[in-house]
């Protein structure tokens, strides 16, 4: 008798295989990259609010640095800003500042932040930056979207969309900053087209404007520097020891309105208050007979090429003209000067005489503009 024989698959068990299993990447490691992103995010708009390109022209921003000696401001604060709220997690928002490279300096508490350093002035940001004009109404998303057209041609400081004073209404174009002259040359230079719409772009406006306007560009004065992070409280120095205003104080500070007509509602107290809604006036020179006013400018943050450019942007008129609006050069401003100079003179003359200030006619008269009785100088003007 003979075995049978065994098939070899008789007794082999078969060995089950385990398929492959794709493991995707763990929830710890995902949302330590969402935290990465939105970390990145929230400390990028935060330097922006403390940058040397925004601090100085933020005039709210600047107000918030200087209510605290050492520049500190509340954390809270800055999260209530319209390009804070979709970053709700307060501790992710410490974290990301305290992470600043260089700029930021975070309270031990984590419940405010300051700059490390001071502002550092920008002397040539006119020169780097562009103007665009022909953007549609203002969207929700339409600064985000504006970064983001813009940044794709260079590195950008900032993007400033411009807005009406009174309203705050969008204009339809900005001011865009670059990092480099050779950045904005570029752009500058290049037909550009948003949503299918040409733009007019011009390469510092400003500086575009002066030329315009007869001045020399390199005169443009940048805008006030921010003292910085801990020295914001400014003590109130006696009168006498006041610094003593100078000619050069006023250059590119005076602008002239040539072709004006007086009339009844129509003088030196009207074009005061016409002015008043585009800066902060100081001396006002507009002779008896003459059809020509010039103007001081004392807001801190606008030169004379910039008020001459928004009111002709916007189509000044007064008494029913447009005048022709434009910069005072150097021998005006010193002629302006030399008046203002006489005039003060003259009032604390006439102070003295009178025992003190006061009397009837107070600073500057009674009448205004060539409606006053008496007194040797025709130009009734007067400073704020």
């Not at 698959?9 to 295989?17: C, M």
């Not at 705050?168 to 037909?191: M, P």
């Not at 007019?200 to 004065?221: F, H, N, T, W």
């Amino acid at each position: 008798m003979t075995d049978t024989p065994v098939q070899v698959e008789d007794i082999v068990a078969p060995v089950e295989t385990t398929p492959a299993v794709e493991t995707p990447e763990t929830p710890a490691v995902e949302a330590k990259a969402d935290n990465s992103a939105l970390k990145a995010q929230i400390l990028k708009q935060v330097e922006f609010y403390f940058s040397d390109s925004n601090l100085p022209s933020d005039k709210f921003m600047s107000e918030l640095v200087s209510k605290n000696k050492e520049g500190y401001v509340s954390i809270a604060k800055i999260s209530s800003f319209k390009r804070m709220r979709e970053f709700t997690d307060k501790d992710l928002i410490v974290e990301a500042l305290r992470e600043s490279p260089e700029l930021l300096q975070v309270s031990e508490d984590g419940l405010t932040v300051r700059r490390k350093s001071a502002v550092v002035p920008t002397k040539d940001h006119f020169q780097r930056s562009i103007y665009a004009k022909g953007f549609g109404e203002e969207t929700p998303s339409l600064q985000l979207e504006l970064e983001e057209y813009f940044g794709q041609f260079g590195d950008i400081k900032q993007v400033r969309m411009r807005r009406n004073n009174e309203t705050s209404a969008f204009k339809g174009s900005v001011f865009v900053e670059y990092s480099t002259l050779d950045e904005a040359n570029k752009v500058a230079s290049s037909k550009l087209q948003y949503k299918d719409q040409d733009l007019l772009v011009m390469q510092a406006y400003c500086e575009m404007k002066a030329k315009e306007l007869g001045l020399d560009p390199s005169e443009i004065r940048a805008r006030p520097q921010n003292k910085g992070f801990n020295n914001n409280k400014k003590e109130k120095r006696p009168r006498e020891e006041e610094k003593v205003e100078t000619v050069d104080d006023m250059k590119n500070k005076v602008i002239r309105l040539t072709g004006l007509t007086s009339g009844e509602g129509a003088g030196l107290k009207e074009i005061k208050d016409a002015m008043k809604e585009h800066f902060r006036y100081g001396y006002v020179k507009w002779p008896r007979e003459s059809d020509v006013a010039e103007i001081q400018i004392k807001s801190d943050d606008k030169d004379a090429a910039m008020i001459a450019a928004d009111l002709q942007e916007s189509g000044f008129t007064f008494n029913g003209t447009k005048p022709e609006i434009s910069a005072a050069s150097d021998e005006q401003v010193q002629a302006f000067f030399d008046d203002k100079k006489n005039w003060e003179a003259n009032m604390s003359s006439r102070e003295s005489s009178r025992g003190g200030r006061g009397g009837r006619g107070g600073r500057g008269g009674r009448g205004g503009r060539g409606r006053g009785r008496g007194g040797n100088d025709r130009k009734k003007i007067r400073t704020d």
